[in-house]
């Protein structure tokens, strides 16, 4: 095997054995998994995908892993944030268990910034949900989410801050109007 050999040639001091072990073992470094930009939407597309999933997800420890372990989630109506996988995993069991069905979704393209290894994404979405007393809730707004590439070329999410866009309609309209 090349181990071998470059061992053999190691234990006799040969300057060439040892510069053909060091290009080995660089060319065995260059062949692991390099991110290739164009793969970069699609992977942080998914990664975004999943966390839209918050609904929709069978396994909520699964939504939550689209964070890192210590991710976070500020949403106006948590003013301290949702920290950590364990508590991530909560909020995602307990909006599920909320009544009525709801939906949350992208709603338009993603803005981004690449910086080093981190990408900030800013997404528009809408909610909908139909509430306790049967009214219809639907609100916009914005997820700027920073997210980190991962060595296997995938995608963490490190934070995501919710912002209302404040158009809210709450149809709950007067018969008359």
């Given at each position: 095997?090349?181990?071998?050999?470059?061992?053999?040639?190691c234990?006799?001091?040969s300057r060439?054995?040892?510069?053909?072990?060091?290009?080995l073992?660089?060319?065995?470094?260059?062949s692991?998994?390099q991110?290739?930009?164009?793969?970069?939407?699609?992977?942080?597309?998914?990664?975004?995908?999943?966390?839209?999933?918050l609904f929709?997800v069978?396994?909520c420890e699964?939504w939550?892993?689209v964070f890192?372990?210590?991710?976070?989630?500020?949403?106006p109506?948590?003013p301290?944030?949702v920290?950590g996988k364990?508590?991530?995993?909560?909020?995602?069991k307990t909006?599920?268990a909320a009544?009525g069905p709801s939906?949350?979704?992208?709603?338009?393209q993603?803005?981004l910034t690449v910086?080093?290894?981190?990408?900030h994404?800013?997404?528009?979405y809408v909610?909908?949900?139909v509430k306790?007393?049967?009214?219809?809730?639907i609100?916009?707004g914005?997820?700027?989410?920073?997210l980190?590439?991962n060595?296997?070329?995938s995608?963490s999410i490190?934070t995501?801050?919710?912002?209302f866009n404040?158009a809210v309609l709450?149809?709950?309209?007067?018969?008359d109007q």
């Open positions: 095997t090349q181990s071998t050999w470059g061992l053999k040639c234990l006799k001091m060439v054995c040892v510069v053909v072990l060091a290009t073992l660089l060319a065995s470094q260059v692991a998994k991110c290739v930009q164009e793969d970069d939407a699609k992977s942080l597309s998914q990664t975004l995908s999943k966390f839209f999933d929709v069978d396994d699964s939550a892993n890192v372990d210590s991710g976070v989630f500020f949403h109506m948590f301290g944030g920290s364990t508590e991530l995993s909560t909020f995602c909006n599920q009544k939906l949350f979704r992208q709603d338009g993603i803005r910086s080093g290894n981190f990408y994404a800013l997404v528009p909610y909908s949900a306790e007393n049967g009214k219809e809730f609100n916009s914005w997820e700027a989410a920073v980190h590439r060595a296997d070329c995608f490190v995501v801050t919710e912002f404040r709450p149809f709950d309209f007067k018969p």
